[in-house]
């Protein structure tokens, strides 16, 4: 697979992924400790925060996927979503309350569902079938990237500025800008139909008018709802990441290195992502999932049983990446190629909700867990639930290569 057959859009939209989640992940990197230690709210709290913030922008990718398709368009609403997202960067340092950092963090997720669906359909527009899970794989790197270099941004300011973490926060606010100026100057959404050497997209009556409902979900495939059955079922397996960065907190790790949990699952993730496309694109999907959920399960299961901030802890979080790197561009590879062409936004837009729904359910679930039952109990029952996904990918998942018709 040679980089340079890849088309242009795909490297301009991973661009944009790596500097919006530079920025993100900067806030995330201490967001978690933020809302605990300054702000006072519990874990079981963080978790709710967490699911409702994720279910917001699953449902909305829904509504933009579908309208992406309709419309015959996904730029504006890909370039819409990012704005919308750098304009509440500002938000969560000028917050004087958990209530003000929560609706900075929901309004970002309504940004985040507005962009989501259109923009991976958009991949899937401009690139042949059988470049894809190289192109998603792409894309996921650059978007991993940006995840790496925020919380060391973040490491670094903090131990400038101890404790300053408005300060930290305010940083944000450079790389979501830079992010939204790349996609209006630097992606040329192509006339559907004509994407660089991609297959031409009809358009149907199913897609091209009338709202979504049982119509446009009639035509979605079995395989695609079996995806997104997997998908759920591994979102509810793992927990949410702000509980990695707790993690930390709890074992003792101090504010200034809390971050390099990010940093740490976002370089094993990044290094991963793509070649695990490359794979995935040459030997079968199938094969990448199975390897990555039982890198999940290991990684929660040695989580349970860490109770320092030791080697092992920092081990765990970086096959916790791996398992990231071997799921997520596959499963959107998945996706694009079991959709049919002129349904692509409203395919990844049922995608995202099912996740988004179980990451509602998990947050909830797991946050409660965690202070009722103790975070060991939390983690063991999250690598169960890996193991537990197994049989299900073995079962929903065919062993085709990309651009074979498979299961």
Do not use: N
């Not at 300053?164 to 559907?192: K, N, T, Y």
């Not at 791996?322 to 995608?351: E, I, Y």
């Not at 085709?400 to 498979?406: D, F, I």
């Amino acid at each position: 697979m040679k980089i340079a057959r890849l088309p242009r859009t795909v490297w301009m939209l991973g661009l944009v992924s790596l500097f919006m989640d530079m920025s993100s992940e900067l806030v995330h990197a201490v967001l978690p400790i933020y809302l605990t230690t300054v702000l006072g709210v519990s874990a079981f709290a963080v978790g709710v925060i967490e699911g409702v913030a994720e279910a917001t922008a699953s449902i909305l990718k829904v509504v933009s996927g579908t309208w992406s398709d309709r419309a015959g368009r996904r730029k504006p609403l890909v370039l819409g979503g990012y704005a919308l997202a750098a304009l509440t960067k500002p938000w969560f340092p000028l917050a004087e309350s958990a209530a003000g950092v929560v609706a900075a963090r929901f309004v970002d997720r309504i940004g985040k569902g507005i962009r989501g669906a259109p923009r991976d359909a958009l991949v899937a527009d401009v690139t042949p079938p059988d470049r894809r899970d190289a192109a998603y794989g792409l894309r996921q790197s650059l978007d991993t990237i940006g995840a790496l270099l925020g919380p060391l941004i973040a490491m670094g300011l903090l131990a400038l500025y101890p404790g300053e973490l408005r300060g930290v926060l305010w940083f944000a606010v450079l790389p979501a800008v830079i992010a939204v100026l790349l996609l209006w100057r630097g992606v040329d959404e192509p006339p559907r139909g004509v994407g660089d050497d991609a297959a031409p997209v009809a358009r149907s009556p199913a897609s091209s008018g009338g709202r979504f409902g049982r119509g446009q979900l009639a035509r979605l495939p079995a395989r695609l709802w079996g995806v997104i059955a997997l998908t759920a079922l591994l979102t509810c397996a793992r927990l949410p990441e702000a509980f990695l960065v707790l993690a930390a907190w709890t074992r003792g790790v101090g504010l200034v290195w809390v971050p390099a949990v990010l940093i740490v699952m976002s370089a094993t993730y990044a290094v991963s992502a793509w070649p695990a496309g490359i794979a995935s694109a040459r030997f079968g999907r199938r094969g990448m999932l199975l390897v990555g959920l039982l890198l999940l399960a290991a990684s929660q299961a040695l989580l349970a049983r860490v109770t320092s901030g030791a080697g092992s802890f920092w081990f765990a979080v970086a096959v916790w990446g791996l398992h990231m790197g071997f799921t997520q561009g596959v499963l959107s590879a998945a996706v694009a190629a079991a959709a049919p062409a002129d349904l692509r936004g409203t395919a990844f837009g049922v995608f995202h909700l099912g996740t988004g729904i179980a990451q509602l359910a998990a947050g909830a679930a797991i946050g409660a867990l965690w202070a009722q039952a103790g975070e060991p109990v939390a983690w063991g029952v999250g690598a169960g639930l890996a193991l537990l996904c197994v049989p299900v990918a073995w079962a929903l998942v065919g062993p085709a290569r990309s651009g074979t018709t498979g299961r």
